[in-house]
């Protein structure tokens, strides 16, 4: 009896024992299948790393453009306030680019950009955003009152009444404006260097 007990005891221990060793012995296949589970997991970490390295190299591209691209940055220093002159003598929407570079390389610029310019990119800049708080002096130069001229007035190219303000010089010549101000004050003197009001006619 306490043979039976002792071979079958052996029996039960050595196909435990040699169970074990099936499993630590996985054939070739199965160890390549179960490596090949995990491989998802590095493929994806290589995307995130080569992603984050994309994204560092392309901010410092960005950042490191060459002085001849004329393009403003952030991270400038604050700029100053338009004088009234400045103010009025561009044409950059104050709202959605209210920084002017006034000049650049020797020459005017007048660009127009939503951020302030490098020192780089303008030697002349300034912030019009105040703009429309400053008052215009009552001395400014107008086209209210100025009469036209004879010769003018019977030329045939008259603005109505509605926009009698008109430019008569310049690249502008023969434009129509609402504004008394606006061949005088807010317009390049280029553009428009003699204006009359064509109520006068």
């Known amino acids: 009896m306490s043979t039976n007990s002792s071979y ?3 029996t039960i221990n050595r196909g435990h024992v040699d169970e074990e060793n099936a499993h630590a012995t996985l054939p ?3 160890r390549t299948v179960n490596n090949k589970r995990s491989s998802p997991f590095l493929i994806l970490a290589g995307v995130v ?3 984050a390295l994309f994204v560092a190299t392309s901010m410092h591209t960005s950042s490191s453009r060459s002085a001849g691209d004329s393009i403003p940055l952030l991270g400038m220093a604050k700029v100053r306030s338009c004088t009234f002159k400045e103010c009025f003598g561009n044409s950059c929407n104050q709202e959605a680019a209210p920084f002017i570079c006034l000049r650049h ?3 005017p610029h007048m660009g127009c950009s939503p ?5 780089e990119t303008c030697d002349d800049d ?5 703009c429309s708080s400053l008052e215009v002096p009552s001395d400014t130069e107008s086209c209210k009152g100025v009469s036209c001229g004879k010769e003018w007035c019977a030329g045939g190219q008259v603005c109505p009444g509605a926009a009698s303000y008109q430019c008569q010089d310049g690249s502008a010549r023969f434009g129509c404006s609402t ?6 004050l807010r317009t390049d003197e ?3 260097s003699k204006c009359c009001d064509t109520k006068s006619c």
């Open 105 to 107: 390389n020797g020459g």
């Open 190 to 192: 280029q553009a428009c």
């Open 8 to 10: 079958q005891h052996s």
């Open 126 to 130: 300034c912030d019009l955003s105040g």
């Open 49 to 51: 790393v080569l992603s």
């Open 179 to 184: 504004d008394p101000l606006h061949w005088t």
């Open 28 to 30: 070739q296949e199965e």
């Open 115 to 119: 951020i302030p310019w490098t020192p």
